[in-house]
C-alpha cells in the first residue's frame, strides 16, 4: 500500500537543494583549479602577449560560465518540478538557486613577443592528465548530484516523504535530462580547451623552427 501514498516533504526536500548546492560548488572549485593549473602553464611563444594570453583569459571565462550557467538551468527546472509538485500537494514552493562564486584568473606572466619557449612536458601533462582528471572529477560530481535527488525520501504510511507519478517524471525524466546537458557542456568546453592548447603548443613549435632554432632543454623549446 506505501507506494500507492502520496506526500511530500518540504524538509527533504530543501535538505536535497542544499546538498545540490553544495556540489556545484565543488564543481565551480573543481573548474577554478584547472584554469589557475593553465594559467600557471609556462608559455612564451609567437603573439603570447596579443593572441595566447587573451585568448586563455577568454577560454576560461566562457568555460565557466557555460558551466555555472548550466547549473543554474539545472537547478532552476528542478525548482520548477518540485515546485508544481509541492504546490499540487499543499506544501510551499521550492526555492533552488545556485549562485557561482566569481572566476579568478591569475594573470598570465608578461613575456617577449619573439621568444619561443614553451614548457612543451607540461603542456602534455595538462593535456594527458589534469584535463581528463577534471572532467572525470566534474562528471563524477554530476552523478553524485543526480543520486542525492533520487535519495529524497519516498512517502509511507509512516513518513510522508515524496512519492507518485510527478515524483517519477522528475527523477526519471527531468534530473537526468539536465544532468545529460551538463555533461554535453562539460565536454565542449573540455574540447575546446584541448584545442586552444594543442594549437599554441603546435603553432609555438612551428615558430621555434622556423625563427630562432631549437635550443635549451628539459621540454623547453627555443630560449633566451
Known sequence: MSEHIIGTSQAAIDGYEAEAIAIFTRVNERMQQLVTR????????????????????????????????????????VSTVTSNIARSLGAGEVQFVFNPPVLELPPPPGVAADDFRIDTAAFDTF???????????VVGLFAENQQAFNNIPRATADSPGWSGEA???????????????????????????????????????????????AGGGGGRIGGR
Open 38 to 77: 593553465a594559467f600557471g602553464l609556462t608559455y612564451e611563444g609567437p603573439d603570447a602577449e596579443t593572441v595566447f594570453n587573451p585568448g586563455l583569459n577568454r577560454l576560461a571565462n566562457e568555460s565557466v560560465t557555460r558551466m555555472n550557467e548550466g547549473m543554474r538551468a539545472f537547478a532552476a527546472a
Open 127 to 137: 593535456l594527458g592528465t589534469d584535463l581528463p582528471e577534471a572532467q572525470a572529477a
Open 167 to 213: 515524483r517519477d517524471y522528475a527523477q526519471n525524466t527531468v534530473v537526468p535530462a539536465q544532468t545529460e546537458q551538463l555533461t554535453s557542456i562539460l565536454q565542449q568546453v573540455v574540447q575546446q580547451v584541448t584545442d586552444f592548447m594543442t594549437s599554441a603548443k603546435n603553432g609555438t613549435l612551428a615558430a621555434d623552427q622556423a625563427g630562432v632554432g
